[in-house]
């Protein structure tokens, strides 16, 4: 387990084990954990976060910029072969009640029958599910991420 403070960033709580994390950690790098997203995001959606607190991209030491972008590919990699999206979207997100907090990439599959049922796509889809809200099924998170985390995409070095 990571030894972190107990802090009000729930990166940071989610990671030190100060509150629970359903399917647990998937992958970790010197620099980075994978984790299933706690948000209202669907099952499948990962997050892919420092383990140190860091609140903007360019605060990144250069360890850390050297392990993300292949570690955006094989997450991208494992959630395509796990969950065959129509796309996979990837994106930054840092703010909590319009303060910077702890980074962390969203990689979430996105699908046909979603993109329907929201009738959106995009920002546009991803701000539905908010005001939607429903948080994913903790069992259907600890299945799927237990497939996620045998994925083959981990594995590969490139």
Known sequence: M????????LACD?????????????????????????GPLGVGTLV?????????????????SAE???????????????MDPEQ????????????PG???FVVQPITLEVMTRFSAFG?????ALFREGT??????VTLICARIRTASAWSSSS
């Open 2 to 9: 990571i030894s972190l403070p107990q802090t009000e960033c």
């Open 102 to 104: 702890h980074i962390h």
């Open 14 to 38: 989610l990671l030190s084990g100060a509150r629970p994390l359903p399917g647990g950690r998937l992958h970790q790098t010197a620099h980075w954990v994978v984790e299933h997203t706690v």
């Open 68 to 82: 993300l972008g292949p570690l955006l590919h094989q997450t991208a990699a494992a959630v395509t072969e796990v």
């Open 48 to 64: 892919v976060k420092p383990i140190r607190h860091v609140l903007h991209l360019a605060d990144l030491s250069k360890a850390e």
């Open 88 to 99: 996979v979207y990837t994106c930054l997100w840092s703010h909590a009640g319009a303060v």
């Open 135 to 140: 948080l994913p099924d903790p069992d259907e």
């Open 123 to 127: 920002p546009g889809l991803q701000t």
